[in-house]
Nanobody, 121 residues
């Protein structure tokens, strides 16, 4: 089983920065993609940023140039560095991972517990 434990988040003024962390466990699993999603009240969950096992990244147009998704392989942790935050970034942020036990298994989606980010204007 893969577990994703999130930390970080909170309240910040517009223009400020926050960093979210997603610590992964489950050493017997292979992870091919980790991402951050967010969901604002009344809205659908949307992809914010993702990183593949080869290091390639993708970002939503709304956060490109402001957010990055660095990782720390030694700590099995992926971060979401959020700069120049805007009130419209306010949402619950979720860590997501696509993993499998071995090549004999299909890829399974795993989610973190979610963390609130509120950007005050």
């Amino acid at each position: 089983q893969v577990q994703l434990v999130q930390s970080g988040g909170g309240l910040v003024q517009a223009g400020g920065s926050l960093r979210l962390s997603c610590a992964t466990s489950g050493s017997s699993f292979s992870v091919n993609y980790i991402a951050w999603y967010r969901q604002a009240p009344g809205e659908q969950r949307e992809l914010v940023a993702g990183i593949g096992s080869g290091g390639s990244t993708n970002y939503a147009d709304s956060v490109a140039g402001r957010f990055t998704i660095p990782g720390d392989n030694a700590k099995n942790t992926v971060y979401l560095q959020m700069n120049s935050l805007k009130p419209e970034d306010t949402a619950v942020y979720y860590c997501y991972a696509q993993a499998r036990r071995s090549a004999s298994y299909g890829w399974t989606a795993y989610w973190g517990q979610g963390t609130q980010v509120t950007v005050a204007s």
